[in-house]
């Protein structure tokens, strides 16, 4: 699987957490939530065919991680023609689209960008025929993760703020970021400048599509998503011919052992009411039957929900690359952390009152609070740069897209349903993006309505 396909996107373990969660608090700001759902609904119904249309044309252009140059000048295009000041190449292919309307807070919407290295399968009439050159070959492309719905509902939210600008105050900072698959998008938007060249926000928001029911919304509190680690250890052995092992240093040995004694650190030395999981995803090393090699790469993924358990699982990596090498007496590996990022953590408190207000709007069985005493989900979210990197308050949200019947059938013939990152995940479109602008416009006059 080529490096950058990461399931970091909510999956269904968080949404089934959902169906056992408490009752939900009243909302707390000044907001008539049900009406305001009345305003929403009435403009989507209004601008809804053109926002089909812009999902399809993203839906059937997929394009990977810093290469989204044609995504992101058909959302930049759309921006400056709702009305936002928009400046794009931030972070390499980055969108930053700034609204000002008056005094009052900085707010954060944030969509992704990228789509994947993946063949579509659905069998959809707007299906993904799109390919792009990775490492050096032609490769199909999908929005198997839901960006493209993303980015629809982030227009829809953005057009419909802007028809009811009289009902809230303050400035719109919308991001288009890249290469969230690859982990890299967020950092490189904030090392060129995103919150000293734009206004730094005091809330930020955002949303992913999740194979729950269509329609239904889950608010988290505390953990999401968890942190992720990516690492590659490299053994240096002593090559030699297969018959004369004990002229080598075999470095397939060395990664054998460290396959295994590397999940020690999970299950010797992790706290084990913590999470962490440490995944060798791949082992490359030699090309004949009869001859050792030189050198073997492994490849991992560490996942972990709190820093100190991911420093753990880190240095355990180290360490334990670094003994297996002494022991057979070879030069010391390299360990390289090519790529990684931190767990998203919801504000607890802005969770619980902005899932009153989607409450309140949405209706009952529509919306869930899951409470922080609950874990978040196992996949990953570079998001939590732009948190980590100084916004007060942030909530994440999951928007279901699955049709219900179709959910039902296949738990009547005990199939699995198709997740994020399978190359037959379909959402619906209309519930999802309907959903997702409802409820991002709900968030934003939840912070900043009149």
């Not at 954060?108 to 659905?122: A, I, N, Y």
């Not at 959910?407 to 399978?422: D, I, Q, T």
Request: with cysteine; net charge negative; glycine share 10%.
């Amino acid at each position: 699987m080529p490096r950058f396909i990461r399931a970091r996107c909510l999956l269904a373990g968080a949404m089934t957490m959902a169906l056992a969660a408490p009752a939900l608090p009243a909302a707390a700001a000044p907001l008539d939530a049900a009406a305001a759902r009345g305003a929403i609904d009435a403009q989507l119904d209004r601008i809804y065919p053109a926002l089909d249309a812009l999902y399809k044309d993203i839906h059937q252009h997929p394009e990977v991680g810093f290469q989204e140059t044609r995504t992101a000048a058909l959302l930049a295009a759309r921006m400056r023609q709702i009305g936002f000041t928009v400046t794009e190449h931030v972070g390499q292919t980055g969108v930053v689209a700034v609204y000002r309307n008056g005094d009052g807070p900085v707010v954060m919407v944030r969509t992704e960008l990228d789509g994947l290295p993946l063949e579509e399968k659905t069998g959809l009439p707007y299906a993904s025929h799109y390919q792009q050159t990775i490492d050096g070959k032609l490769t199909p492309t999908d929005h198997a993760c839901g960006h493209d719905s993303h980015m629809t509902w982030w227009v829809g939210t953005a057009q419909t703020l802007l028809a009811m600008k009289d009902k809230w105050h303050g400035t719109l900072v919308f991001i288009g970021q890249p290469a969230e698959e690859k982990i890299g998008g967020a950092k490189a938007m904030l090392a060129d400048g995103l919150f000293t060249r734009f206004p730094k926000p005091d809330y930020a928001f955002a949303a992913h599509v999740t194979p729950d029911v269509a329609g239904h919304v889950v608010v988290k509190q505390g953990t999401v998503s968890s942190a992720s680690d990516s690492v590659i250890v490299t053994f240096h052995g002593q090559g030699a011919h297969g018959s004369m092992p004990d002229k080598s240093i075999d470095p397939i040995v060395m990664g054998a052992h460290f396959v295994d004694d590397v999940q020690t650190v999970i299950s010797r030395q992790k706290d084990p009411q913590k999470f962490g999981v440490i995944t060798v995803g791949a082992f490359n090393a030699g090309f004949a039957p009869n001859i050792i090699p030189d050198t073997a790469v492994l490849k991992l993924t560490l996942r972990s929900y709190d820093a100190d358990v991911r420093k753990l699982l880190l240095d355990g990596v180290d360490t334990t690359a670094r003994a297996v090498a002494t022991m057979a007496h070879a030069d010391a590996p390299d360990v390289a952390h090519t790529e990684g990022t931190a767990s998203v953590i919801n504000d607890p408190a802005l969770a619980a009152r902005l899932a009153g207000v989607l409450q309140s709007a949405l209706g009952d069985g529509h919306v869930a609070l899951v409470p922080a005493t609950m874990p978040g989900g196992t996949a990953s979210e570079d998001y939590s740069e732009f948190v980590n990197a100084g916004v007060p308050q942030s909530v994440f949200f999951a928007v279901g897209g699955s049709d219900p019947a179709m959910l039902a059938r296949l738990k009547s013939e005990g199939k699995p349903v198709p997740v994020n990152h399978s190359p037959f995940f379909a959402p619906q479109p209309e519930p999802a993006i309907r959903t997702g602008v409802e409820t991002l416009v709900l968030a934003v006059l939840g912070v900043a309505g009149n």
